[in-house]
């Protein structure tokens, strides 16, 4: 499959993937967030359509990157792993 199909997979089942900063080293890693795109990214959101609550947990990667452009080259991997880790459970 292609990036844009693996990316466009993670945004319909809404999996939130970024780049985040660790402030304590400077180091980035990827962060993930099942049900991230839901809830505007945070632990709770009140969703006033619905009438609920929806929840997030930010879920980091293990790997340290020296800086952004790094984390960056293998987001098209962690989008592809999550497609075919979670296509067929869901």
Same mark, same amino acid.
């Given at each position: 499959?292609?990036?844009?199909?693996?990316? +466009?997979?993670?945004? !319909? %089942? !809404?999996? +939130?993937? $970024? *780049? &985040? &900063?660790? !402030?304590?080293?400077?180091?980035?890693?990827?962060?993930?967030? /099942?049900?991230? *795109?839901?809830? %505007?990214?945070? !632990?709770?959101?009140?969703?006033?359509?619905?009438?609920? %609550?929806? $929840?997030?947990?930010? &879920?980091?990667?293990? *790997?340290? $990157? &020296?800086? +952004?452009? =790094?984390? %960056? /080259?293998?987001?098209?991997?962690?989008?592809?792993?999550?497609?075919?880790? $979670? +296509?067929? =459970?869901?």
């Amino acid at each position: 499959m292609s990036l844009n199909s693996d990316l +466009q997979w993670c945004i !319909d %089942n !809404d999996f +939130q993937v $970024y *780049i &985040k &900063k660790m !402030d304590h080293s400077g180091y980035f890693k990827v962060a993930i967030r /099942k049900g991230g *795109i839901s809830s %505007n990214g945070k !632990d709770i959101f009140f969703c006033k359509e619905t009438q609920m %609550n929806l $929840y997030s947990v930010e &879920k980091l990667g293990k *790997i340290d $990157y &020296k800086n +952004q452009e =790094k984390a %960056n /080259k293998v987001l098209p991997g962690v989008y592809k792993y999550l497609k075919e880790t $979670y +296509q067929k =459970k869901l």
